[in-house]
Structure formats: C-alpha cells, structure tokens
C-alpha cells in the first residue's frame, strides 16, 4: 500500500465548497484507512495539515477546539471543517436547484437520475424524496412524448 497516492491538496477556492469538501474528506478517510495506523490520531492529524495546504491550515489555526493540540483527533478536526465548509444550505434555494434541473442533451438517463437523486439529498425532503424524483421525471417524459 506504499504506493498508493495520496490524495491532492484539498481547493478552498472551489466553486462548491460544500461539495468538494464531501469527496476530498472521503478520499482522505479512505486514504487514512488504508495507510496509517489506526491508533496514531497525532499523525492523522498532522497528514491531515500537511494535505489541506497553506490555507487550510491557516484555517486550522483560527479554529476554536476545547482541546489542546497534542489531544485533537482527526474526527474532531473534520468536525471543525465540516462547519467551515458546509453553511448551513438554503432550503428554498436547493429545492429551486431540483425542480429547475433539466435533462442535458448528451446526459444519459440514468445520469440525469443519478444527478436529481443528489441534487435531492439537501432538499430536506425526506419520506417522500423518492417520489418527488418519480413525479419529476414523469413531467419530463410527458414533455417529450
């Protein structure tokens, strides 16, 4: 496993923040499961510091923590940049996002499905999610027949 790659330099410039935040702390978990020892939170930490970047960890430093360094864990620190980068999302605004959400030309289905299934998630929708997606895309398929 010594030569798996380590994950890029984490963007705090990105576009969606949110999202890019999601997929590069997934990778660096997935990273960190397969490379590191798990007992070792000190070094998981510091991997953590090196792999956010210069700005990230200028970030770290403003960030409020009951803990003293030597006692921070890598959850606790994720936790603290999860509220960083993850504001709290505009209900109205997401749902907008998903009804406004067409089929692009080139996309297949099962992308355009797969795309309003995630556009779905921070809907708030709940039980009823599922159903939303089925009326969604019977309204398309209407305009098209």
Same mark, same amino acid.
């Given at each position: 496993?010594?030569?798996?790659?380590?994950?890029?330099?984490?963007?705090l410039d990105a576009h969606d &923040?949110?999202?890019?935040?999601?997929?590069?702390?997934? +990778? &660096?978990? /997935? @990273?960190?499961? /397969?490379?590191?020892?798990?007992?070792?939170?000190?070094?998981?930490?510091?991997? %953590?510091? @090196? /792999?956010v970047g210069t700005r990230g #960890?200028?970030?770290?430093?403003?960030?409020? %923590?009951?803990?003293?360094?030597? $006692? #921070?864990?890598?959850?606790?620190? /994720?936790?603290?940049?999860?509220?960083?980068?993850?504001?709290?999302? $505009?209900?109205?605004?997401? #749902?907008?996002?998903?009804?406004? #959400? $067409?089929?692009?030309? +080139? +996309?297949?289905?099962? =992308?355009?499905?797969?795309? &309003?299934?995630?556009?779905?998630?921070?809907? $708030?929708?709940?039980?009823?999610?599922?159903? &939303?997606?089925?009326? =969604?895309?019977?309204?398309?398929?209407?305009?098209?027949?």
């Open positions: 496993m010594e030569k798996l790659r380590a994950p890029e330099r984490f963007n &923040l949110a999202d890019a935040w999601k997929k590069w702390k997934e +990778e &660096l978990n /997935l @990273y960190i499961d /397969l490379v590191m020892d798990s007992e070792d939170e000190q070094a998981k930490v510091k991997l %953590f510091q @090196y /792999l #960890r200028e970030i770290y430093l403003t960030m409020a %923590f009951d803990q003293e360094p030597q $006692n #921070r864990t890598l959850a606790m620190v /994720l936790q603290a940049f999860d509220g960083y980068c993850n504001p709290k999302r $505009n209900e109205t605004v997401e #749902r907008y996002r998903f009804n406004m #959400r $067409n089929q692009n030309k +080139e +996309e297949t289905f099962e =992308k355009y499905v797969t795309e &309003l299934k995630i556009l779905a998630t921070t809907c $708030n929708y709940g039980a009823v999610q599922e159903s &939303l997606i089925r009326d =969604k895309l019977s309204v398309v398929f209407k305009i098209h027949i």
